[in-house]
């Protein structure tokens, strides 16, 4: 491992990184325990399997309060990295589609859920109908791995924000926002 330049140290002293490349990302991974109730943004990367290692580090190792992914490419492939978070996570402004914003709630641990914010994406349209019914059967039969949810601002048409609201009234689950 490197030493750490005065750059780095100002990276890992910060109370909110801002994660834009992945040298920093390896930075925080090799120093993890240095992370402990932090907010930690990754800005603006492509998030690949092949780097899931970091992330383990970060998220599981590492004790954040918070990851926040802001304008990232996060693909099929990549949801591994979703699977060992074991705190709460953003995933705003990334384009996710239904489909993906499924895979993610299904690669969470039900037994150790965690706040999932993922607004600001476009999962209304096509797929939201699979999402939706997810989303249902889990919080139905108690294992979801999500302990809040934050659905807004994703074009989720009308018909659809009842029905969820009607099926969050009739679970009596109120955890999920929209």
Do not use: W
């Not at 909110?16 to 907010?39: C, Q």
């Not at 990549?78 to 239904?98: G, K, M, Q, Y």
């Amino acid at each position: 491992m490197l030493p750490l330049t005065i750059d780095n140290e100002q990276l890992l002293n910060q109370e909110a990184p801002v994660v834009t490349n992945l040298e920093e990302l390896k930075i925080l991974a090799n120093n993890y325990e240095r992370l402990s109730g932090k907010v930690v943004t990754i800005q603006g990367i492509t998030i690949r399997r092949n780097i899931c290692d970091l992330f383990h580090k970060i998220t599981f190792y590492g004790k954040l309060k918070l990851i926040c992914f802001n304008n990232c490419n996060i693909r099929s492939d990549s949801i591994p990295v979703f699977r060992d978070i074991s705190c709460s996570f953003a995933v705003n402004n990334c384009n996710l589609t239904a489909d993906t914003a499924e895979d993610i709630l299904r690669s969470l641990d039900p037994y150790a859920a965690v706040d999932a914010d993922l607004s600001n994406n476009n999962l209304g349209g096509e797929g939201f109908d699979q999402l939706l019914k997810y989303i249902k059967d889990v919080v139905s039969a108690g294992i979801q791995g999500f302990s809040s949810l934050n659905l807004t601002n994703n074009g989720i048409n009308e018909k659809d924000i009842e029905d969820l609201k009607e099926f969050i009234k009739t679970e009596k689950y109120s955890a999920i926002t929209i």
